[in-house]
């Protein structure tokens, strides 16, 4: 059983460009939630969504950021017009209908 | 909205010492206290859960407790090695809610 998997695990944009990332979570998991690392601090949510809904969206930024979970393929978190603040890493967790959540290698996204 | 604090941000130990850090919630209602260890650029791993139905967990040489009544829950590394060296999050959360992270403890353990 694959983990989490995430890509890309690296990613550059200049100011202004968009950035994608994705998600699959593990097989038999329909949980998966987003979460914001800044250099040197916690992990901070984001968003937490089911198959093809969003659940809680409470820790993302209104403007400029979405996130969906289709029914076919990964979850997408996007970052339109990205600013240097937006630098950090990406994480995200999938959990089965039971609580653990299991992390990603995380997209480490540097704008510049 | 739940907020956890976490205790000490950083923590030297000697090899073979004991390591504790600790957290409290504010939301009675979370029932999941998951502890995640996170090495340098890498993931955050999930090293021991506990459930608000028990008071105490343990894994070999690490072990969780949990005070709900004063909502307060402690990791203990017992015989402490060189490869624990790591960030340790502690969190929070209700049912399949999302986790609310504690803010850190860098631990070092010296041979």
């Known amino acids: 059983n694959a983990g989490v998997m995430q890509n890309p695990r690296h990613l550059v944009r200049r100011r202004g460009q968009e950035a994608r990332l994705r998600c699959s979570p593990m097989k038999g998991h329909s949980h998966v939630y987003w979460y914001r690392q800044l250099p040197e601090e916690g992990l901070k949510f984001m968003v937490y969504l089911q198959k093809e809904n969003i659940i809680d969206e409470s820790g993302m930024p209104k403007e400029r950021f979405s996130a969906e979970f289709p029914k076919e393929g990964p979850s997408i978190l996007r970052i339109q017009q990205v600013v240097r603040g937006d630098s950090a890493a990406y994480f995200c967790?999938?959990?089965?209908?039971?609580?653990?959540?299991?992390f990603g290698q995380g997209t480490r996204l540097t704008v510049v | 909205g739940e907020n956890v604090e976490q205790h000490p941000s950083t923590l030297s130990v000697q090899e073979g010492d004991s390591a504790v850090i600790k957290c409290t919630y504010s939301?009675?209602?979370?029932?999941?206290f998951p502890w995640y260890k996170q090495e340098l650029g890498k993931r955050p791993q999930l090293i021991i859960d506990i459930r608000s139905n028990v008071g105490e967990k343990k894994d070999q040489r690490i072990a969780v407790t949990l005070n709900k009544t004063a909502k307060h829950f402690s990791l203990h590394i017992t015989e402490t090695q060189p490869e624990d060296s790591a960030v340790y999050f502690c969190a929070a959360s209700k049912n399949t809610d999302k986790l609310i992270f504690g803010t850190g403890t860098r631990l070092q353990v010296f041979p």
């Open positions: 967790a999938s959990s089965p209908e039971g609580i653990e959540a299991f």
């Open positions: 939301d009675s209602a979370s029932n999941y």
